[in-house]
Structures are given as C-alpha cells and as structure tokens.
C-alpha cells in the first residue's frame, strides 16, 4: 500500500489555489471550481471545493473546509477490501467504479474516511 494523494476540502477554489500555487510555490496540475490537483512529486494535492450535502452520511461529515482525506492505492482492491470485511472495519462506499477508479472507502477508528483505489496497471 502507498499514500496517492490527500484530499484538502476548501471553502474558496480561487483562493486556496492562490495560496498553494503563489504562497507556497507547488506547480498546479489540473483546476475546476470543484476539484483541483497540484504537483509535488510523487503524492497528488487535491482540492475539493463543495462541502457537505448530506450531514448524516459519515463520507458528508468531514467534507466541511479545512479537512482532509487521505487516499491510498492498493494492487488488488477486492482482496483488501475483504481483509478489511474480514477484519470488522467500517466501509462507508463499497468498492465500485468513479471516473474510470476502481475505489473503496472505509473509515479509521477515529471516524477519519480514507480512500483507497486500485493501482492501474503498469502500460
């Protein structure tokens, strides 16, 4: 398993990519109003504008601005995803297709959802 990227929920698109961008000097990838990634080697920044739809849903809750959600990246996502079964871990979104990403999410024992997809496979 390997640390992909972290997902930073932000209130402002336009200026939290002016703080990262200008301020702290990383190189921006790819921007929309609603997601945005920068370059920093070998770990995706991502920044998630939107906030919370649902306030019940576990995945809803830490998407108020100012957190942030780890993403992993596994070679075989169904056979963690049933080591995690396995091992009584709650799974908030079982693992399924979203943009063409084979990912699961799953929460720690502090309630924190964490993210983790399917590494592709090397071309």
């Known amino acids: 398993m ?3 990227y972290a997902i930073v929920f932000v209130s402002d698109m336009s200026h939290s990519i002016q703080f990262y961008r200008e301020i702290l000097g990383l190189t921006l990838k790819y921007e929309t109003s609603e997601w945005s ?11 998630h504008g939107g906030g919370i739809s649902d306030p019940d849903s ?4 830490l998407k108020s601005a100012g957190q942030c959600r780890p993403g ?3 070679s075989d996502l169904d056979e ?3 080591r995690m079964v396995d091992n009584g871990i709650v799974c908030v979104q079982l693992p399924k297709n979203v943009f063409g990403v084979w990912i699961a999410q799953y929460t720690d024992p502090d309630g924190l959802v ?3 997809s399917e ?3 090397a071309a």
């Open 58 to 61: 576990p995945i809803d809750r």
């Open 2 to 4: 390997q640390l992909d």
């Open 119 to 121: 590494r592709a496979a």
């Open 114 to 116: 964490i993210s983790v």
């Open 37 to 47: 990634e920068f370059i920093t080697g070998g770990i995706t920044l991502a920044l």
């Open 72 to 74: 992993f990246s596994v």
């Open 80 to 82: 963690f995803h049933a």
